[in-house]
Nanobody
Framework: QVQLVESGGGLVQAGGSLRLSCAAS????????MGWFRQAPGKEREFVAG????????HYADSVKGRFTISKDNAKNTVYLQMNRLTPEDTAVYYC?????????WGQGTQVTVSS
């Protein structure tokens, strides 16, 4: 089992930045592939970014490539999502995930709202 708690969401103006954090407990993040998903009102949940268990491989949705950066701090058992040049289309609830032994664990989500 992995427990995930996101933080760092909020209201920001278009063009601004936010950094989301995901604190994990139950298993070291160094053992797991981690990711971020988001769900906007009336839309399906979509993949945003992922990072391998080693941290050496990252991948991004085309819509955020070049603006968002995912990273891990194994010492703090925390995963981050640095979001720059935000647009109103980035408004959504952002969820952290951990993949372990064939199962995907989800956090409770944090709201990000980007005003125009």
């Amino acid at each position: 089992q992995v427990q995930l708690v996101e933080s760092g969401g909020g209201l920001v103006q278009a063009g601004g930045s936010l950094r989301l954090s995901c604190a994990a407990s139950g298993r070291p993040v160094s053992w797991t592939a981690m990711g971020w998903f988001r769900q906007a009102p009336g839309k399906e949940r979509e993949f945003v970014a992922g990072i391998s268990w080693s941290g050496g491989i990252t991948h991004y949705a085309d819509s955020v490539k070049g603006r968002f950066t995912i990273s891990k701090d194994n010492a703090k058992n925390t995963v981050y999502l640095q979001m720059n040049r935000l647009t109103p289309e980035d408004t959504a609830v952002y969820y952290c995930t951990a993949d372990l032994n064939g199962a995907r664990f989800w956090g409770q989500g944090t709201q990000v709202t980007v005003s125009s």
